[in-house]
């Protein structure tokens, strides 16, 4: 009978080995057992890890679209505020309009100033709103403030043109006609408020774009994402109040007052219309925008599903495997101490 010899030796470097390849598989296991994913895409998938990039990355486009358009969202839900705001000084100012048309008493004729004012305040307050640093209305032109009040100097303009033209007719300020002061504001006054003169470098009221924003919302879509100080309705609200402030100050006639109210009625109107139509522009974006996030929703649920088909594993199976691995490296760990307290010391 012949004898074989085995080194203890080497039966510590054969479980060191075993050790060593069940701690990888244990950290790999574990990675797996707890994100639900394989621990390397690369191995695991071959040639389908190039479909898990791509769906990887269509996910991160889909959620940089959600951020972007929070922003968008909020963007246009401050300008809707805004522009409310707007629309109720100009109801406001046209209601104290008409009761100043049923009576032009000292008392009317106060209040009627003191709102015409306060809307030209508010219409230059609202529409320098800003919103993480960007003006909501100043078009593309995000980094100034969109408008200066200039009310006090074109009131100026208009009560020198005024007497010019009383002049002119032959009579004093307080001699016009309801016709003719009419005939004044529609030919002398309203040209003033165009969008070229509310614009002008020197002299305008606006320094905004009158272009507005486009945000793109997904893959294929944009919206106009804004509005801006330079629309019909922000200019027509100046016009109707600064009608107010500058010829009601004046010595006019019963008659000419009565055109001046019922002008700066009409100018109201129009511009609470065109604030409306703004709002409703802006609404149909938001109606978009929020389409869009649901669409993005919907395609990132239905990209994350197929990215887990792709890349998960069975998450009982990973756990299973790691206990099985942490019985085995505990087995291990026990033969080699025993191992190495083995001596012929013990047994000579």
Do not use: C, H
């Amino acid at each position: 009978m012949k004898a074989s010899f085995v080194s203890s030796s080497a039966m510590q470097n054969v479980l060191r080995l075993t050790i060593s390849q069940s701690q990888s598989k244990l950290q790999q296991a574990s990675t797996e057992a707890t994100t639900g994913t394989y621990a390397d895409i690369g191995v695991s998938l071959g040639a389908g890890a190039a479909k898990s990039i791509n769906l990887t990355s269509a996910i991160a486009q889909a959620a940089s679209f959600k951020t972007s358009n929070a922003v968008v969202e909020l963007r246009m839900n401050a300008s809707q505020t805004a522009l409310s705001s707007l629309k109720d000084a100009g109801d406001s100012l046209v209601s104290n309009l008409t009761a100043l048309q049923a009576s032009q008493d000292t008392t009317s004729i106060a209040v009627a100033l003191q709102t015409a004012g306060a809307t030209i305040s508010q219409l230059v307050s609202t529409a320098n709103t800003s919103v993480n640093g960007e003006f909501l209305f100043g078009g593309t032109n995000l980094d100034s403030q969109p408008l200066t009040d200039q009310s006090s100097a074109i009131s100026d303009t208009i009560v020198s043109a005024l007497n010019d033209y009383a002049t002119g007719l032959g009579k004093d300020v307080n001699e016009l006609t309801g016709e003719e002061i009419g005939s004044f504001i529609t030919d002398t006054v309203e040209p003033m408020f165009s969008e070229s003169a509310w614009t002008d470098a020197s002299e305008g009221w606006s320094t905004a774009s009158s272009t507005d924003m486009t945000s793109r919302i997904s893959g294929s879509e944009t919206i106009t994402s804004s509005t801006n100080a330079n629309s019909e309705g922000m200019r027509y609200l100046a016009l109707a109040s600064v009608v107010v402030s500058a010829l009601f100050g004046q010595d006019l006639s019963s008659d000419a007052q009565s055109t001046v109210a019922s002008k700066a009625i009409a100018y109201a109107a129009q511009a609470t219309a065109g604030i409306v139509t703004q709002q409703s522009e802006l609404g149909l974006s938001q109606e978009r925008l929020e389409k869009a996030n649901d669409a993005l929703d919907a395609q990132s649920t239905l990209l994350q599903g197929n990215l887990v088909d792709l890349q998960g594993v069975d998450a009982y199976e990973a756990s299973t495997l790691v206990n099985q691995l942490q019985t085995q490296l505990e087995t291990a760990y026990t033969l080699v101490s025993k191992l190495q307290g083995l001596s012929l010391v013990n047994y000579l």
